[in-house]
């Protein structure tokens, strides 16, 4: 079923169907996180509705393009945008691999959950499973596209931090900021949000952790 609901923390609206993958918790912590510059052009990879790009329409960007394998979900992020008048957006379906478009910013909510059960609903199946080594191919991605000074902000479980860390070292990508969210009843961090950027100073700044209620 085909809902309207608010984008958390602003006042803004967006279509859902619950009958596909719905915006998460992760998805504003990420758009919560997020710190552009204006005039920026920012691709989503995996948009699904197009949650994070509406996150982003507060710091005024060039162009939001966004990128996913399935046709319904971004058919609920074109009705969104129309909703808000938004003229600078474009969706593309398809594996983000095959596309080439430069960006000054990539933000992703990837899959990372590696069960052996995983959903048997596709698209869920795409948006919460690391099944093709999404990761990985991301930061390559990014390597390639992301303009000079270009940044990648995402969100991943903090124990996998090193790894990610190691990724990003690997692609030319530096932390500059990272922000860690608690589960109100755990004493360790739950997942971790960062922002790369491409040929940048080492230097990170950590921010305040968020408590996830």
């Known amino acids: 079923m085909i809902r309207l609901d608010y984008l958390p923390g602003t006042d803004l609206k967006l279509y859902q169907d619950s009958e596909q993958y719905c ?5 504003r912590l990420l758009g919560e996180f997020l710190k552009l ?3 920026q052009t920012i691709l989503d990879v995996g948009t699904n509705n197009g949650a994070l790009l509406l996150y982003c329409l507060a710091f005024q960007p060039r162009a939001l393009i966004g990128v996913d394998v399935n046709p319904l979900g971004l058919e609920l992020a074109r009705q969104t945008m129309a909703l808000h008048h938004v003229e600078c957006s474009e969706w593309i379906e398809g ?6 478009r430069p960006a000054d910013v990539i933000i992703c909510n990837p899959p990372y959950f590696r069960e052996s ?12 499973h690391d099944t093709d080594h999404f990761i990985d191919d991301l930061f390559r991605y990014a390597l390639t596209y992301l303009t000079d000074q270009g940044e990648l902000h995402l969100i991943y479980p903090a124990d996998e931090l090193e790894g990610l860390i190691e990724l990003g070292l690997s692609a030319g990508l530096h932390v500059k ?5 608690y589960k109100s009843s ?15 100073r080492k230097g990170c700044v950590v921010e305040m952790p968020v408590i996830i209620r």
């Open 177 to 181: 900021r990272m922000q860690f969210a």
């Open 117 to 128: 059960t995983p959903s048997q609903v596709t698209h869920r199946n795409i948006a919460m």
């Open 95 to 100: 594996d983000f691999r095959s596309i080439n």
């Open 37 to 39: 510059k204006p005039h």
């Open 186 to 200: 755990k004493q360790v961090a739950h997942v971790v949000m960062l922002a790369f950027r491409k040929n940048a």
């Open 23 to 27: 915006m998460t918790t992760d998805t």
